[in-house]
């Protein structure tokens, strides 16, 4: 079982998005002839803000017929503003998959120079967003152990070992530098999950296991607290962990082990048709 | 969920935040924010939290000093920490330039004021000035959101700062509302420990927050409290900026 859970994080690790990034609208209409777009494959793991510099040198070249002299910049799908701090995979679950449009590969975004809107967090550098994953993680993990002690063993050394494990995108180097922390999957005190719910997030607290029945708890446990049963039947909706539908019997232990990202989170995106 | 000491479950925290709403805060109102309706049909804590706003001068700023005629060109000696703050700057600039051309009635006061600190400064030597480290003496208007953490069974503050234009302050400029007496023991633990920006749970903004993991930990010396919430409040609310008076003390 163990071997399964290993081999389902690495695929997971290793999977990539396609993505296509062109100019925003606003901006074709001012060049004389259009911009060549960037194509890049991304990890669904990961975050674009590793690839920030690279967007920018390959719009560098435009921006003076474009007389804009700022550097920031933020991309955007249809009008849905990438955040940063999202994970790639999470964020193309949420748009790509699942709306009601036939799905498009590569993943069309757009760039744009403008003020991005109020609730997208504009991180001045690397730094931030280091220390957004690293407060992150450390809910994650005190989740799953239920004591402060385990947030006291995550020294700066091991933090800076895990984030350079996600930057190298080495699922071997990422499970080197969490094992001092000691993180028991078969005694975990409660899952770290986060359910984006119509793209609104909740960050539900669950056991592992029914306290009463003692059974392992499934991701229909979660349907029935979310109030998506309804007469013994799911309501219309399509639901994505990782880009996957798993059968709703499956236990939430099993997927909290084999499709977390690295922030130590699972994620199930949920959309509702109505 | 945990039954450790040191934690605050749901229920009390809103017993205690009703209590800890009417308690004789002097110049601070707390208002309740109910967000109940954002997921009808689950049972959810957290949804429910309190809210105050301040404005506060930052600690430790100097005057504006004025070697020049114009009263909003202050930043005589401001030393710059990197290009990027420069280049604001000069943008704010240009923006209050823009306001001065069409507010001409305020032109007249302003000089009789300008004058004013001409003379006080005079006194002053240029090195001396340019040595000072100044910033603008403009309030912030800060927000504190108090929320109910359901990962570490605890109260958690969020807060955001504003300054007079609207622009929200950054990571590296929040630390101008943290006093400075408590700058120096933080300064010790990594930024991570303490402050971190993150969406506020409910209102999907970013926000400045204290990280929680801690509190547990510090509020089992406080088990005999009857208000945690206020015992709680104590300790961080001075940390980043909000005085607690001394009368609230009699209610713990």
Redesign the interface.
Known sequence: MERTIVQINTENWNCKIPIIINLSSKYTTQLQKPFRPLFMSVPRSSYLYFDKEKIFTHFEPVLKELEINNKNFYLQFNSEPVKWNTPIGVFFDMVCKSTNLPEKMPMSLQINFEKPP???????NE??L???F??TF??SC??LA?S?TI?QKIT?NIMANIWNGLKNLSFDEYKRSIQPLEINYKEQS?LAIRIL?NK??????T?PVNQETEELLTLLDIFK???LIKEEKLVPMTYLIQGITPDPNTPLAFLSASFSHPDGFLYLIITTLN | MSTGFGVLEWEKFLQDLQVFKKLPWKDTEWTLEDHTDMFPNIKLPGLIFLKTKKWVLPENKKCEQNLTTNLQESKVGKKFDNEEEEKEEEKEKEKEKEKDEDEDDEDEEEKEEEEEILETFSDLDEEEIEDQNTYYQTPLSIEYHILYSSTYSCPVLYFNAYRSDGRTLSQTEIWEIIPQKYRKEFEKETNFHFISRKEHPLLELPFFFVHPCNTSRFMQNYYKTKNYLLSWFSVIGPAVGVKVPSILFTHL
């Open positions: 109020k609730k997208f967090i504009e991180f001045e730094t931030e280091y220390n957004y690293a407060s450390k809910e005190f989740l239920k402060a947030t700066e409660s719910l609104k997030c909740i960050q539900k607290t056991k607290d979310l109030d």
